[in-house]
């Protein structure tokens, strides 16, 4: 296990250290950080799939889309890769969004660069902020940077450009980061889009696999452009979260809430052990979620992993540290993997999942205790009498959200010792008025939740 990968442990798996009655609080040490736009603090973020997204997988179809959103709640919108696609050693009828063939250029199955335009225009005018998936590590292998710059990219030992080492991924040629030539035009294509387009930030695959200082000098050359936001896919470079990005990704958190969806009462002790001393640099934190592309597309649905659990581990994940993010058709309880490589259209239909989403996220909008800023509200956990159901809270003197899980596939009634969080507040869902006294008692069904606010 890497020290980022203990990190969110810290924040989120003493959730039932409860079984010792300890009720620690997280902190995070004093560390610079990249800047972080007021935008982002209460934010959620939405992955958009543009070419599964709609029957013609355009961004003009997409467009139709925003309202609904809007309506969401969500703030961000994370756009996969908008590029052409290269042709050469394709997988699939369409090929991977992530093997580029032009970095400046645009995807013309998803439309033309001033269908993009009016996409960004369109969105920031509803409240939206764009962020684009960038692709740093590797090319597609009809990328004109093969023939022009060869020394750009990685080679074998018989001098052969070669896919990165240690993957599949036979679509695409590895780049090499000694060519410093290769870097700034790199940057260059990064500034591009924040000029031609007006994004907003970049959602950086195979983080990890770059080196730290090539998006360090990255950061401040786009800052120069405007003020952005930036998510690394890592969560094992901990270099990545000193000035680069403002938050990587919460794999092991994932990976927590799957052993909690089990229902088993012997997996409790084994989360209450993982305890980690280490938390996230000031201004910086996880993205935090139970699907996205990789994870649907491969791994399975939230539904084939969690069960059950996907309404209280969706609770969960939402009122712990981090940036939540919705994955296209999360919100409609999509339970179909996607296809990667093909066309695989989202099915649009009415699910209660919706509005259950819908408060979810107006919660983090509206609760300046799980504010992800540069003095992130700690997370205290609280003793409560029954093995499966921890309990916590989160206050910043402005609102308290209070929270209690029932981990357990049966009906538990606990009581939490709820010291400076007895108070009156308005349930997250329902909206009724509960007080919760200094020894509060309740029932929750299996693998139920009770989430408060004192913000209605």
Sequence with gaps: MTKMRAKFFSMLTAAVILISGISPAVSAPAQAA???????????????????????????????????????????????????????????????PYS?????????????????????????????????????????????????????????????????????????ADLNYESQAMRAEMISSMKYWLSNYDIDGFRADVAGAVPSDF???????????????????DEGEGALLNSAFNANYGWS????????????????????????????????????????????????????????????????????????????????????????????????????MTAFYQKLIALKAKNSALAADDTPSPTSFLAATHFSTPAYGRADGKSKVFVVLNLSRAKATTTVTAGKFAGTYFDAFSGKRVKVTSKFRLTLPSQGYLVLSSVK
């Design 253 to 352: 958190f994932l990976g927590k809430m799957t052993s909690m969806s089990t229902g088993s009462s012997g997996k409790f002790p084994a989360i209450s052990a993982i305890l980690a001393s280490e938390s996230y640099p000031n201004g910086t934190y996880p993205m935090t979620f139970i699907t996205n592309h990789d994870e649907n597309s491969w791994n399975g649905t939230e539904y084939e992993r969690l069960g059950g659990a996907v309404k209280m581990l969706s609770a969960f994940y939402f009122t712990t540290p981090g940036m939540p993010l919705i994955y296209s058709g999360q919100e409609v309880a999509q339970n179909r993997r996607l296809k990667f490589f093909d066309k695989d259209e989202i099915i649009w239909k009415a699910s209660p």
């Design 215 to 233: 998006w360090e000098a990255a950061r401040d050359e786009l800052e120069t452009v405007k003020p952005i936001w930036m998510v690394a896919e």
């Design 34 to 96: 990249a800047g972080q736009p007021s935008w982002a603090s209460n934010a959620t973020i939405y992955e958009v799939n543009v070419r599964q997204y709609t029957k013609a997988g355009t961004f003009r179809a997409f467009q139709a889309h925003l309202p609904r959103l809007k309506a969401l709640g969500v703030r961000i919108l994370w756009f996969m890769p908008l590029q052409p696609i290269s042709s050469l050693n394709r997988k699939g009828s369409l090929g991977s």
């Design 100 to 172: 580029i063939a032009d970095y400046k250029g645009i995807n013309s199955e998803l439309g033309t660069e001033s269908d993009f335009k009016s996409l960004v225009t369109a969105a920031h005018a509803a409240g939206f902020k764009v962020v684009l998936d960038w692709v740093a590590n590797h090319t597609g292998w009809d990328n004109r940077w093969i023939v022009e710059h060869p020394d750009w990219y990685t080679k074998d030992a018989e001098g052969k450009i070669t896919w990165p080492i240690g993957t599949d991924w036979t679509d695409v």
